[in-house]
């Protein structure tokens, strides 16, 4: 039988990282990642270092977004959200803060690190839910909720971003005992694998039923003339 794997994805944190995966394949415009395949490739790499099956069993993200009276215009996020649930099988778990405020500065991580240390504590309580947890953010704040859960027999992988010669241990996860039952995936090794490919394709519009040339994969497409109009209503 194989192992089931959980994946947990501090979003802020790999929002964050996208500057030193750019770094790594000299890319200076940056790059989407391909959020479908990320997980995969991360569970193949587990699967590789094992040499037995993994399955995946899912893929637990977690997000904020700018509370509505910030005067910002959240739609696009929300859509990249509905994005992830409906095209790539992730289950979201969006958080909304009030950016405007100064004390709310660091809010956002705050709450996706608790979140995120929650739901690995919560699915490893769960009888049979998970065997390994790929932890997606290297932040050492979670370190007493990976000991938690490797106490309870569960296995961690800890995905993170290669750290600099001036990153002192005790700030980097890496640096904790006790965390981890693998050596460290480095997301930056793996940024040409989880690079989004785009594909040009027609599809037709949902409010007009014009066809049209576009590189969105998300689930409903609306035709240039028609975004211009939703724009400005
Ligand atoms: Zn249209």
């Known amino acids: 039988m194989s192992l089931k794997a959980m994946v947990f994805i501090d979003g802020g944190w790999l929002y964050r990282s996208r500057g030193a995966l750019f770094q790594k394949l000299r890319e200076e415009n940056g790059f989407e990642i391909d959020y479908a395949k990320l997980p995969k490739v991360l ?97 050492p704040d979670l370190a007493p ?24 241990p005790q700030n980097s996860i890496f640096g904790k005992s006790r965390v981890t039952d693998f050596p460290p995936i480095y997301l930056d090794d793996h940024a040409a694998d989880i690079r989004l490919v785009r594909e040009h394709r027609l599809r037709t519009c949902k409010q007009c039923g014009h066809e049209e040339e576009t590189t969105w994969a998300g689930p409903d497409f609306f035709c240039s003339h028609c975004r211009g109009k939703y724009r400005h209503s």
């Open 145 to 168: 909720a990976l000991r938690r859960v490797r106490l309870m027999g569960k296995r961690v992988q800890i995905i993170g971003i290669r750290p600099s010669d001036t990153t002192k």
């Open 43 to 139: 569970c193949e790499d587990v699967a590789n270092y094992l040499d037995e099956d993994i399955s995946l069993v899912r893929t637990n993200y977690f997000g904020t977004i700018p509370s509505a009276r910030s005067g910002y215009n959240t739609n696009k996020q929300y859509s990249f959200y509905d994005f992830l649930e409906v095209n790539c099988n992730y289950e979201t778990e969006i958080h909304e803060v009030d950016v405007g405020s100064a004390s709310d500065v660091r809010s956002d991580e705050l709450w996706t690190k608790v979140a995120l240390a929650s739901a690995l504590v919560f699915f490893a309580a769960q009888p049979g839910a998970y065997d390994v947890a790929l932890v997606i953010g290297d932040d």
